[in-house]
């Protein structure tokens, strides 16, 4: 009797084309290609082959090469290195050498970022060209992200496609959903939607570098897309441009950050014939759950054993995911455990339970210290961007040499609020009244914009 082969691994080059719809496409501003035409078509110079096997780091500058190569190089090399915009030569030698990278993928009229003895160069461009494919056994690939970097140097975190698509269905369905997204495809939450676009039915349309809102809005009006996901932070950069009055979504998506109930309630008010809801979710932990009800923080219900493999739970009040959408280990030599001795992995944000609701209240690192109470600044801003005429604020600390800090607060304000004196006061009003005396700011200052990571969320250091 002859034995059967076990099957080939599934990989992205695979969903790409699985529709077969030529027109499902990825797009910037300046250039697109087509799903449909891997793999008789490949971005990289010289040919993919040459790639397996290897651990490659994509240090691509741009997004849309980065996902052409990401859907040639799955199933194909041993290792993916996703390396977000921004790092300087030195952080990108430290990665390379913990990844034990010996390929790196980078723009066809540019050198290497970085020069790696014994390094494979292998250069990626656009537009596509017509490639033969090669037989090559498929494997496992490893896929290598990098937190986020908000409370320290970034850490690299070891998924595999199985686990980065576990939140969603990959069998295919014929419910077009053409996606937008403010997040960098190199980053967990662009990724995220990276994979869905691949692995649906419809398109994809990503930000440019720098483009304006109203050029990115219109665009996705144009392309027809019906799904659409960022930050708080970004969406409420979007609701203080005052553009995209064209663009009507059926599905709005936050997530990264706390989704408070000011911008939840702003993006129902906005976009008023869309779902609009807010998903759980992080580099080590994966996606944990979505939130579709319209409220801030998520059912006690959501607690303990959950369909798909998923358990949560509350621990020193950080909370704690055991999923099968969870990253296997920190890459690298001498690396903290990812999970505890039960499987499950401590998020370090902090949750508060308030009979059958929990809320999240910030996290663990980033408490201000005030005469030796904690304040979480995101429980804080909670409260100040639930008042009339107040975009977002940035709570923070400044040092004080009796309460060894003070908490400050920086406002932005909408274009039609109220004087500052009197929003001054409806703000410290409502802290008096919902918060401990100690969380109130001792200092607010109205500022006209608030820095932000490459992440898209609020720059909370420095």
Not at 124 to 143: D, G, K, Y
Not at 165 to 181: L, M
Not at 250 to 256: P, Q
Not at 269 to 276: D, K, L, Q, S, W
Request: one cysteine or more; proline letters at 6%.
């Amino acid at each position: 009797m002859k034995m059967r082969s076990p099957p080939e691994p599934a990989c992205l080059i695979d969903l790409s084309r699985r529709s077969g719809r030529i027109d499902r496409d990825i797009a910037t501003a300046e250039l697109s290609f087509r799903f449909a035409e891997f793999p008789a078509a490949t971005s990289l110079t010289g040919g993919r082959e040459r790639l397996a096997g290897r651990s490659v780091l994509l240090a691509v500058s741009d997004q849309l090469r980065t996902a052409a190569a990401l859907i040639e190089l799955d199933g194909l090399a041993r290792r993916l290195v996703l390396c977000p915009p921004g790092l300087d030569a030195k952080v990108l030698h430290e990665i390379a050498a913990i990844a034990e990278v010996d390929a790196v993928v980078h723009e066809a009229d540019t050198p290497p970022p970085i020069a790696i003895e014994s390094a494979l160069s292998a250069p990626c461009q656009l537009p596509l060209q017509p490639a033969t494919q090669a037989s090559t056994a498929r494997t496992v690939t490893e896929w290598v992200l990098l937190t986020s970097g908000t409370t320290g140097s970034p850490k690299l975190v070891s998924h595999n496609l199985a686990t980065l698509t576990g939140a969603f269905s990959t069998a295919g369905s014929d419910d077009v959903q053409n996606w937008a997204t403010f997040y960098d495809i190199r980053r967990y939450g662009g990724l995220q939607i990276l994979l869905r676009a691949i692995a649906g039915a419809g398109s994809l349309t990503l930000t440019n570098a720098d483009e304006p809102l109203e050029d990115f809005f219109v665009r996705a009006a144009a392309r027809g897309v019906t799904h659409i996901s960022g930050t708080p932070s970004h969406w409420r950069l979007f609701l203080m441009s005052g553009t995209a009055h064209r663009f009507s979504p059926k599905y709005v998506r936050l997530s990264g950050e706390i989704a408070d109930a000011s911008i939840i309630d702003g993006l129902k008010e906005f976009f008023p014939g869309a779902r609009v809801a807010h998903a759980y979710a992080s580099t080590e932990a994966g996606v944990g759950f979505e939130v579709g009800d319209g409220e801030p923080g998520f059912p006690a219900s959501f607690l303990g054993e959950r369909p798909g493999g998923v358990a949560m739970k509350i621990v020193d009040g950080s909370l704690r995911i055991r999923s099968p959408r969870t990253a296997s280990v920190y890459v690298g030599r001498d690396m903290p455990s990812l999970r505890d001795e039960d499987g499950f992995i401590d998020t370090g944000d902090m949750i508060e339970q308030q009979g059958d609701r929990c809320y999240f209240v910030g996290r663990r690192g980033g408490v201000i210290n005030v005469g030796g109470a904690k304040v979480h600044p995101e429980e804080v801003e909670a409260v100040i961007n639930r008042q009339t005429g107040v975009r977002m604020s940035l709570v923070k600390a400044r040092r004080n040499p009796i309460a060894g800090a003070l908490v400050v607060a920086d406002v932005v304000l909408e274009d039609d609020a109220p004087a500052e004196e009197t929003v001054r006061n409806a703000i410290l009003g409502a802290c008096r009244s919902e918060l401990a005396p100690y969380k109130l700011p001792a200092i607010i200052r109205f500022v006209r914009e608030l820095a932000m990571t490459a992440a898209g969320k609020l720059a909370r250091n420095g």
